[in-house]
């Protein structure tokens, strides 16, 4: 291995290493609002690494939805298996695919098995297409495809010597190399577009790349750039829909217009990355290199008096929506949450109805200077439809709820000189369970000192008077939490949590307020909290709890014990729309 002669990093930013060689995916050119410049463009310098070390941790599940795919694909396209043998090696499985990396959940390789299938017949008509068309058979490339230029001697402005340019994907070339193929997954429908940056970038790697072997973590790629001996006439991208197999060609072209592309496009968006300065704390921070060093990032210790999981985990994110999926059913929260398995079932009435009263009130109270919505006019039903798309029942619903809101808007008389966040990102880390806390509260807004968090609920029934609202909704008791431990404002003693519970009806809808600043009101607060966040920091396998949410779950087609149910307790609508059987004879009015 040459020596390294680049520039060491200190300490004080929470990284050491060398910031010589800058390496790429295409991913890094996709526009993010809510990254953090510092993750990005530490991201870029593989050379770097967390000081203090972290640690490997292995994970007790597989944690990359696309996984198990691959490898499944690996033997289909370079072993020569069977589509069938694949499949029946993935329904044998019993932890690990195919004996390495983590064990695979049970819906987990359901879900592969399913999206195999779906490849292989997409894969196969796009052949046969390609061929009726005049164009060279592609067959499976082993070693992904990369661009590199050659090590030099001094850095450039930017530090770096070397650059490095990488893709993911299933790559394809024909026998002549005249045509070079790239096949996106998606893990639901196949997108119909991606950013101009990305696209470029995926562009100029297929046409200049060559095949790779991969390396180790940390190791140093050659100081020779790549030279492609065959350059390709063109390279053609592809979309997949995993969970349809839907097809979409995304791009078709040389490699003078990659060329051209790549540096019209992604070529301002990667030095936008590679040198990015400040912070932003969210979800970048779960995999921020130098998070340890940043003093942006809230410590919140002992914010709910959690205990660490006895399987020591990789640092990750915990939300409420995290918390109540896991506490309804541990396997949703990792197949939905975590995977991002997708079955494309539609969502329910009411969360339609509440996402689509939520974006119109965020339209509002983001307009600037602000305007309280006491004076605006009610949207009526067709307006309301047309811009949402809902139905004609939950328009009216969402109507009333809008006219509701106006007397309950906070921002009524709201001085100019306040500050007004909409959907602002609270975030903070407990330092002792090595998890970031991610809140994203409807509206922040100060009034005459004081910081106030409100979060709007619309529902087609009154509060549950039997239940205190910190335990209904766990989002009033973690704003709770976040503003005693100074994660946003300075004195809990000047702040409030709030909720709007909007209704349809004239008069039905309430304002509550929850004082953070209050001995009883924080002891309850942490037991909420900690009682949905300790099983979920503890669990380890995710196993399927069945019942009504089980209707509404995106990834219930692939898990049996869900389908189970559902075929076991049809909802009432499903019943009242089934087709009469054999020898009942229909209803009349």
């Known amino acids: 291995m040459p020596p390294s002669t680049g520039v060491t990093m200190q300490n004080s930013s929470g990284v050491v290493g060398h910031d010589w060689l800058i390496k790429a995916s295409p991913r890094m050119a996709r526009p993010d609002a809510a990254a953090c410049p510092t993750h990005q463009r530490t991201a870029m310098l593989p050379l770097l690494v967390a000081e203090p070390a972290v640690p490997f941790r292995p994970a007790p599940r597989e944690e990359f939805g696309f996984g198990p795919l691959f490898t499944a694909l690996d033997l289909w396209e370079h072993d020569h298996w069977p589509v069938e043998r694949v499949r029946e090696e993935l329904r044998r499985t019993r932890g690990p695919f195919r004996g390495w990396g ?93 950013p101009d940056a990305e696209l470029a970038a995926v562009a100029q790697v297929m046409a200049y790349g060559v095949p790779t072997r991969r390396r180790k973590a940390r190791a140093e790629p050659p100081p020779e750039a790549t030279i492609a001996i065959h350059q390709p006439g063109q390279v053609r991208v592809f979309d997949i829909g995993c969970a349809d197999g839907s097809v979409e060609r995304l791009l078709s072209e040389g490699p003078n217009e990659a060329r051209r592309r790549f540096e019209a496009h992604a070529v301002p968006a990667f030095l936008s990355a590679a040198t990015g300065t400040g912070t932003q704390p969210g979800e970048s921070c779960v995999d921020c290199k130098a998070a340890a060093g940043c003093a942006d990032l809230k410590r919140t210790p002992q914010l709910w008096g959690g205990r660490p999981p006895t399987l020591a985990r990789k640092r990750r994110s915990v939300s409420v ?48 200077p602000v305007r309280g919505c006491r004076d605006r006019e009610v949207p009526g039903p067709t307006a309301i439809r047309a811009r949402t798309g809902l139905d004609d029942a939950s328009a009216h619903e969402a109507a009333g709820m809008l006219a509701e809101h106006r007397l309950l808007c906070p921002l009524n008389g709201l001085d100019a000189e306040e500050q007004v966040l909409v959907q602002h990102r609270v975030t903070a880390y407990v330092p002792e369970l090595d998890v970031v806390v991610l809140a994203v509260p409807d509206l922040v807004y100060t009034h005459r000192g004081r910081w106030i968090w409100r979060e709007t609920k619309t529902s087609a029934r009154p509060l549950w008077e039997r239940q205190s609202l910190l335990h209904t909704y766990p989002q009033l008791a973690l704003g709770v939490l976040l503003f005693h431990a100074g994660a946003l404002g300075d004195d809990p003693h000047r702040s409030w949590v709030e909720l709007e519970h909007l209704r349809e009806g004239h008069g039905e809808s309430r304002l509550e307020r929850i004082d953070p600043s209050r001995g009883e009101i924080v002891d309850e607060a942490r037991t909420v909290i900690a009682e949905l966040a300790q099983p979920l920091l503890d669990d380890t396998t995710y196993e399927p709890r069945t019942g009504r949410h089980c209707h509404g779950c995106q990834a219930r087609t692939w898990c049996r014990p869900g389908t189970a149910y559902v075929t076991d307790h049809p909802r009432q609508e499903a019943i009242d729309a089934a087709p009469p059987q054999r020898g009942d004879t229909p209803a009349h009015d």
């Open 102 to 194: 983590a064990p695979v959940h049970p819906a987990h390789l359901s879900w592969t098995a399913h999206a195999l299938e779906r490849y292989v017949a997409a894969r196969t008509r796009e052949q046969a297409a390609a061929m009726e068309a005049g164009l060279p058979p592609t067959t499976p490339v082993r070693q992904p495809w990369t661009w590199r230029t050659r090590r030099t001697d001094a850095p450039d402005t930017r530090g770096a010597r070397q650059y490095e340019h990488t893709l993911w994907g299933r790559m394809y070339a024909s026998g002549d190399e005249s045509v070079r193929d790239l096949w996106l997954p998606s893990l639901g429908r196949a997108k119909t577009s991606r």
């Open 321 to 368: 929506w995290d918390l109540r999926l896991h506490a309804e059913c541990p396997a949703q929260y990792h197949l939905v949450r975590r995977l991002h398995l997708n079955d494309l079932s539609a969502e329910g009435r009411g969360a339609q109805r509440g996402r689509a009263v939520d974006a119109w009130l965020d339209a509002q109270h983001a307009e600037r």
